[in-house]
Structure formats: structure tokens, C-alpha cells
């Protein structure tokens, strides 16, 4: 996954990356996600997910992401996107995000590329 909006916003990547690398013992449902992830990208190693998301001042999720999806089967486009969508809800609110750079992360683009994803 990369990030398209200013130098703070990679800290992000870490909060994803963990999200999407929890194992099952430490939180059943992310363990799950995680895999079912995985297993789309072994299957559809093309797909991509872009999720274009508003924050507020408090960097908590402000209405719906958008979503661009590339790639695979639109089923597969879907399922992808929707696991993608609840690592990124349930990683929120950010509140490592410097309060005085919020033009630089007030709108974030994370990129989830399941070919970063398959060893």
C-alpha cells in the first residue's frame, strides 16, 4: 500500500501494515480480514484499491470513503475494497497525526495493492 498526501501520513502505512499483519491470536477479526486479503491477492494478484478518505480535526473518518478499484473479478474488486475500508475505519481515529499539519493529511489516498501483499 503507499500513501499519496504529505510525509506525515506514512506513519499511517505502520498502523495499516499491522492491521493487516495481526495474527489471529490477537484479535480474531483483523486476523481474519488479514487473510481473507491475502487470499484474494494470491488469487488476483492485479488487484488494487484506492480509498480516499476525509478527516477531521480530530483525524477521525468524516462521511463515506471513495473507493478505486482495479484489476480481478468485480466480486474479488468488492470483497478487496471492503476489507480495506474496515482496516482503515477500525485504525482511526489517528491521533499521532500533528494537529498544526492538518492541510497536509485532511485528505488522505491509501493505496492497498495486493501484489505488496503475496510473498
Not at 493487516?20 to 487473510?35: I, N, T, V, Y
Not at 478499484?69 to 499521532?96: D, L, M, W, Y
Request: with cysteine; aromatic share 10%.
Amino acid at each position: 500500500m503507499t500513501f499519496k498526501r504529505g510525509r506525515h501520513v506514512v506513519f499511517l502505512a505502520i498502523l495499516f501494515f499491522n492491521s493487516l499483519s495481526a495474527s489471529a491470536s490477537d484479535d480474531s477479526h483483523r486476523g481474519a480480514k488479514a487473510e481473507a486479503m491475502r487470499e484474494l491477492a494470491k488469487k488476483f494478484p492485479d488487484l488494487v484499491c484506492e480509498v480516499h478518505v476525509n478527516l477531521n480535526r480530530c483525524a477521525e473518518i468524516v462521511g463515506e470513503p471513495s473507493l478505486e478499484a482495479t484489476g480481478g473479478t468485480e466480486e474479488a474488486r468488492k470483497s478487496f475494497c471492503f476489507h480495506a475500508v474496515k482496516n482503515i475505519r477500525q485504525s482511526a481515529p489517528f491521533k499521532s497525526l500533528p494537529a498544526d499539519k492538518y492541510d497536509q493529511w485532511k485528505v488522505m489516498v491509501v493505496r492497498f495493492d495486493a501484489s505488496q501483499m503475496i510473498p
